[in-house]
């Protein structure tokens, strides 16, 4: 199997569409914009894609052959090979619920089909900006950010490990974007964070991005705090956000 490629030695994006046009499309777009392309119809090919060096980001169709995009999706998130790869999913006539499903199964962002060559570059130059900040993080060259371990409610989070424990020996498994939140919510506890403030916390300021991503990201943070007993400690503030206690209390709804 053939995977095409333009030759660009910074980012390399992997494009994973069943329709060559769609795929053509893309390629230019990227290209002019001055990415490197990995092209993939279905999964067979997008799977030895993955073998060589891990591309900065997946561009994933919510239809392919054989599979659908989402349950692919979950394949790559459930991969620790693959799990941190940012993945931007693409439809063509998405409704919300559609977005909403793809961000709750793991995707770092939606775009609609017919999109914009402005758009599509520009949220995907966002999505690389987040990752490469979390990588800082990670690595501790982020000077602006406190990088100590933070402990609340007997959860602890390390930024430089970015490994999260409750009881000192169990761990909780998150994506980078919950894990961030997480840090906002530990660092600040019994504070009201708004869905807005969330957001420019993530992504800095974008009116194009869905508040509702904060509540998918909250969704998954409560699932695995769930496993641990702890779920109760991150509340909602009717009308107003999302806050961490450090105590256990009845969350409101």
Partial sequence: MDIQSTQYPHHTILIVDHDASSR???TGILRDAGFECLEAWDISTASLALEGRPPEAILLDSVLQGTNGLEYLIRLKEDRRTCDIPVIMMSAGATIDDRVAGLERG???FIGKPFSQSECVAR???VLRRR?????LQSGRDETDDTA?????????????RRVTVGGDRYIRLGPSEFQLLKIFL???DRVHSRDDLLASLRGPNPAILSRTIDVYVRRIRQALQ???????????HRSGYRFSGSHRERSR
């Fill in 24 to 26: 053509a499309l893309l």
């Fill in 107 to 109: 995707a770092d962002d």
């Fill in 124 to 126: 995907l130059r966002a």
């Fill in 132 to 136: 490469a900040r979390q990588l800082r």
């Fill in 149 to 161: 371990p933070v402990e609340c409610g007997g959860l602890r989070l390390d930024p430089l490990t």
């Fill in 187 to 189: 660092r600040n506890p």
């Fill in 227 to 237: 496993w641990h007993g702890c779920d109760s400690l991150l509340q909602t503030v």
